[in-house]
């Protein structure tokens, strides 16, 4: 599968990031995409044809790995990695828009791509709020679906056509297992980097809004005392 | 073996900012390292499961005596091992970024405030303050940026975590699977009836292998280590001639001094070739000053070219750093 479209996208992302925002990108970019295209794939590649049960009635072995598995980890990881990223989208397309807007009335409207004010702040912000929301969302939907975080290597399934309850066994559950919680932990490292741009970004607003409040309040008093002078 | 192009990107950056060791570090888990992993992944290892035969007719005995072998596929653990070597470069490199980026903006409000006519006291304070956090940054006379003081203590932290992330996973190793791949497993667990033998598929390559990127990895703790000492003598010198240093008077120094051609630290600001040469300091501390003579000196005195430096820029020639690495940035390899 290509990820390039995507990698491109991202990067478009990184100039109208905060400094939190670059490093969570390049966490995605270098723990979850590189790791799942060079490793994790490999590791769930033949996955049904090793998963084997200890029975010879032909249909039993599909029946319990599709029991067992609706969707595999892989793809689910996968998935995550599309929903995780796509909010950053509407920050690319917002600006998009306003730079278009900025052509058609030909004046600047963002000071600078750095800077983030107004409407772009509030894009950012949902955004963030979001992609952290994806993030817990896949994280409890892989323990709810695979009962945990660890891959058994022995499951028991008595649907039909099984005849009785058999064994089946899964492939590599100790390589699966670590990958799995490697994914589980760099989501963590994630959210936790969403959660702090969040409170980054309220921080600095609430303080920019109060130097305002501020510094007009004290041109306001100034310019009594000149009229009063005057 | 997959899409490594992003991450060369990055360690290609960092190959610049980096001293000489740790060019020569950079190239090793270039080549050895990433071409290995593509080569052997798919190849040797690709077949590792369906090859891995137990004498046994028991469903399910191969797949749990696999599972005991073979926790995590060496490949695997390669992947890993690689990815966790590099972060620390990388947060060095983020480091870097972050300072070019502060200095590029203290250049672009220092301009801003000396372009406004008036003679305020406040334009001067904040001039004065801007021109104090940029000395702190310490640039050189070629615009490029040096390092000292914070991105000094990154750069001596991240070599250090390198090394022992290095050496936790090469002991990782060993206590995992050793350093040989024998051809027999003979594994007891449920369901397996009795203890059965596995036959390992291409046990004597994978040896090869793995003793292959065993000698890489003790090559790369090696250059890490004698990094760390290199960086040290540096330090150590520096400072026992910094209190001799009040005697020498503070030299002016100029663009077309042939100084800026040692590389070992120096980092481009901005976008490279681009930015402007950046105007002396004269307010230089007399360690500042004492580096740049050292460097000078060294540089007169060594008879010929140390291997890893480029010719001088002025002649207008770019050396690749290594096979694969992009021709429009300045490389020093």
Redo the contacts between chains.
Sequence with gaps: MSWTFLRDLLTGVNKYSTGIGRIWLAVVFIFRLLVYVVAAEHVWKDEQKEFECNVNQPGCENVCFDHFFPISQVRLWALQLIMVSTPSLLVVLHVAYHEGREKRHRKRLYVSPGMMDGGLWYTYFISLIVKTGFEIGFLVLFYKLYDGFSVPYLMKCDLKPCPNTVDCFISKPTEKTIFILFLVIISCLCIVLNFIELSFLVLKCLIKCCVQKYSKSLQSSACERHNLIC | ????G??EK?LDQVQEHSTVVGKIWLTVLFIFRILILGLA?ESVWGDE??DFECNTA???C???C??QA????H??YW??QF?FVS?PT?VYL?HVI?LSRREERLRQKEGELRALPAKDPRVERALATIERQMAKISVAEDGRLRIRGALMGTYVASVLCKSVLEAGFLYGQWRLYGWTMEPVFVCQR??CPYLVDCFVSRPTEKTIFIIFMLVVGLISLVLNVLELAHLLCRCLSRGMRSPRGQDTPPTQRNSSEPYADQVFFYLPVGDGPSSPPCPTYNGLSSSEQNWANLTTEERLASSRAPLFLDPPPESGQKSPSRPNSSASKKQYV
Excluded: K
């Design positions: 073996m997959g899409d490594w992003f991450l990055l992944g499961q369906s028991q469903p399910g191969t797949n749990v696999y599972d073979f926790p995590i596929s490949i695997r992947v890993l990815l972060t990388l983020g972050y449920a369901p």
